[in-house]
C-alpha cells in the first residue's frame, strides 16, 4: 500500500477486498499542509472505478457472507474494528496531522475517540425492533421489520476525514448495508490506512470499499450510479446541493451535513474568562476550518470593548507551528486553494470596512516555515448584512458584531441561510433556555462550544444539512422499513375489494 518510492508514499485503493490502481493508472499527490510538499501518491479514480467499486459493494451486500450475519454478529465485527482503531489511534492520528495539517494534541484524543461511533453502532446493531401491528382486520397477523438499504456512496470532506467517516460508516454498517467511502483529493491517505484495520476486523471483501481522487471525476459517478441507494455527504452548500440534485433523479436518499456561520453569542452576564476560551475554541481550534467553526462573535453592547480586548489578548498567546509539536495550538491551512480563499476573504472584510484588531493576513512567522498558515483574525465593526457575517470563510477569521438585548441577538443569530450550531454564554437559566429554544441551528451549546458525541444527534436546519449524524434515532436514515401481512383466514375472502 505504502510502499516508498522516492520520498512519496504510495497507495493503492480498495475495491472488493483487493488493493489495486486505478483504471485511469494515473496518480494525484497529496501535500503536507505544513511543509507544503507532496508526501503521498494516491491514484487517480475514474468512472470506471466507481462503477467497480459499486458492483463489489453490491455484490457483498446481495451474495458471501455479508448478508448471511445476524445483526449481532455485525455488530461483534463493528466492536472488533472499534478494539483495532484503539491499538492504532496513534498511527491514525499521525497520518491525519501529514495529510491534512491537523494538530496531534487534538488528533490523538480524536482518533481514539473515534472507535466509539464503531462500538456504539455496533451496539446498536441487534436492537432495532420492528412492530407487531394490532390489525384493524380478522384474521390477519400484521409485522414490521427493518432492512437495509443497500449500498452507501459516502463522500467526506477534508477537514476531519477519519471522524466524519465514523459517522457514516459506522452506521451504515450497522444496519447492515455495504458502503463506497469517496475522501477528499486533499486528504485521501487516512482512509487507505483505515482500510488495512478494517481488512484485519474480518470484515467480508466488498462490505467497505474506497476510491480516491477528485470529485467530479469519481464522486460523481458514484451518485449517478443506479446501484447505489443512499448517498452520505458531508461537505460545501455548493457541492451537497449538485449532489442532491443529482440523487433526485435516481430518487436516491441523501443525509447532507454542510455548511455553517455560527453565532457564538455572549452576554453581559456571562463568566467573561470562560466565555473568551469559548469563543477562541469556537474560530481559532481546528484553524477555523470546521463547519461548527464559531465564525461570529455576537457580543452584548455594554461589554464590547472589554471583551474584544481580552480575546485579543488570548488569541495573540496562541502558538502556531508544526502540528506534529504537542505545544502547537494552531496549524496550517490544509490546502492552497482554501489558504487562497480565507486571504480572500480576509481582503473582502476590508473593503466591507471592518477593522482587523488582530492579524488579517498570512502569517509569516518562522515557526511557521513553509506552511500555509493564516494569523488568527478579528475583524470589529461588522455588520451581520457583510459578506464576512453571511458567508462561510472556513478559516480562522472571528467577525465581531455587537447586540443590544435578547430580541437583537436572536434576530441576529438567525439572519444567515445557514444554521448548524450556536453558542449562548449567559449565566442567567431562563435567558439559555430561551435562546435555546429560539436559535434555529441543530446544535445549541451553552457555557460550552465544539461538544459532540456518538450519542448526541448532529446536523442542520435551514441550508446547513438534511438529516442527522450520531445518536440513536438516525441509524435508520440507513434503514427501511417493510410491512409483513399474514392471513390466518381458512378462506380468501371476495377478491374484488380492497382487504
Ligand atoms: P470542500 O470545499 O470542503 O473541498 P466539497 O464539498 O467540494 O468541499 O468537497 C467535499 C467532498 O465532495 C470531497 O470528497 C470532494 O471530492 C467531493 N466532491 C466535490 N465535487 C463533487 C462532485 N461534483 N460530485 C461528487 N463529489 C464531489
Excluded at 441487534?126 to 380478522?138: Q, T, Y
Excluded at 435516481?250 to 469559548?278: C, Q, W, Y
Excluded at 467553526?293 to 498567546?317: C, N
Excluded at 449567559?426 to 435555546?436: D, E, G, I, S
Amino acid at each position: 500500500m505504502d510502499t516508498p518510492t522516492g520520498t512519496l508514499s504510495r497507495y493503492k485503493m480498495f475495491i472488493g477486498g483487493e488493493w489495486v490502481e486505478s483504471a485511469s493508472d494515473q496518480h494525484f499527490e497529496s501535500d503536507n499542509p505544513f511543509t507544503g510538499k507532496p508526501w503521498a501518491l494516491v491514484p487517480r479514480g475514474n468512472a470506471q472505478d466507481a462503477d467497480r467499486a459499486v458492483r463489489a459493494a453490491h455484490r457483498a451486500y446481495t451474495s458471501g457472507d455479508w448478508p448471511k450475519l445476524t445483526a449481532s454478529r455485525r455488530g461483534a465485527l463493528l466492536r472488533k474494528l472499534a478494539d483495532l482503531i484503539g491499538e492504532k489511534a496513534k498511527h491514525l492520528a499521525e497520518i491525519e496531522v501529514r495529510d491534512n495539517g491537523k494538530l496531534i494534541a487534538e488528533m490523538s484524543a480524536q482518533t481514539a475517540y473515534m472507535a466509539q461511533w464503531y462500538y456504539y453502532y455496533g451496539g446498536l446493531a441487534d436492537k432495532i425492533e420492528g412492530r407487531v401491528i394490532p390489525a384493524d382486520k380478522p384474521d390477519t397477523f400484521n409485522y414490521t421489520r427493518y432492512e437495509p438499504l443497500g449500498v452507501v456512496a459516502a463522500i467526506i470532506p477534508w477537514n476531519s476525514p477519519l471522524l466524519l467517516t465514523a459517522w457514516k460508516l459506522a452506521p451504515a454498517l450497522a444496519a447492515g448495508n455495504t458502503v463506497v467511502l469517496k475522501p477528499s483529493e486533499y486528504t485521501p491517505a487516512s482512509a487507505l490506512e483505515f482500510m488495512k484495520l478494517v481488512e484485519q476486523a474480518g470484515l467480508p471483501p466488498g462490505v467497505v470499499n474506497v476510491v480516491t481522487g477528485f470529485g467530479p471525476e469519481v464522486g460523481m459517478p458514484l451518485v449517478e450510479h443506479p446501484l447505489v441507494a443512499k448517498v452520505a455527504f458531508t461537505g460545501s452548500d455548493r457541492t451537497g446541493t449538485l449532489i442532491y440534485q443529482t440523487a433526485a433523479k435516481g430518487l436516491k436518499r441523501v443525509t447532507m451535513e454542510l455548511g455553517g456561520k455560527s453565532p457564538n453569542i455572549v452576554f453581559d452576564d456571562a463568566h467573561l474568562e470562560n466565555a473568551v476560551k469559548g469563543v477562541i475554541s469556537g474560530i481559532f481550534a481546528a484553524t477555523g476550518q470546521t463547519c461548527i467553526a464559531g465564525s461570529r462573535l455576537l457580543v452584548q453592547k455594554t461589554i464590547h470593548d472589554e471583551f474584544v480586548e481580552k480575546l485579543v489578548a488570548f488569541a495573540k498567546t496562541a502558538r502556531m507551528g508544526d502540528p506534529m509539536s504537542l505545544d502547537t495550538q494552531v496549524g496550517p491551512v490544509t490546502n492552497p486553494p482554501q489558504f487562497k480563499k480565507i486571504l480572500d476573504y480576509i481582503d473582502i472584510a476590508k473593503g466591507e470596512g471592518a477593522r482587523a484588531v488582530l492579524g488579517g493576513a498570512r502569517a509569516a512567522r518562522p515557526e511557521c516555515g513553509s506552511g500555509w498558515f493564516v494569523e488568527p483574525t478579528i475583524f470589529t465593526g461588522v455588520k451581520n448584512s457583510m459578506r464576512i457575517a453571511q458567508e462561510e470563510v472556513f478559516g480562522p477569521v472571528l467577525a465581531v458584531i455587537p447586540f443590544e438585548d435578547e430580541e437583537q441577538a436572536v434576530a441576529i443569530g438567525n439572519d444567515v441561510v445557514y444554521g448548524l450550531a450556536a453558542g449562548v454564554w449567559t449565566q442567567n437559566m431562563r435567558r439559555a433556555l430561551m435562546m435555546a429554544d429560539r436559535l434555529q441551528a441543530g446544535t445549541v451549546w451553552i457555557n460550552t462550544y465544539r461538544a459532540v458525541s456518538y450519542l448526541s444527534p448532529f446536523g442542520g436546519y435551514k441550508r446547513s444539512g438534511i438529516g442527522r449524524e450520531s445518536g440513536q434515532e438516525m441509524i435508520k436514515d440507513y434503514m427501511q422499513v417493510k410491512s409483513v401481512w399474514i392471513s390466518t383466514a381458512t378462506e380468501v375472502p371476495n377478491p374484488f375489494v380492497l382487504r
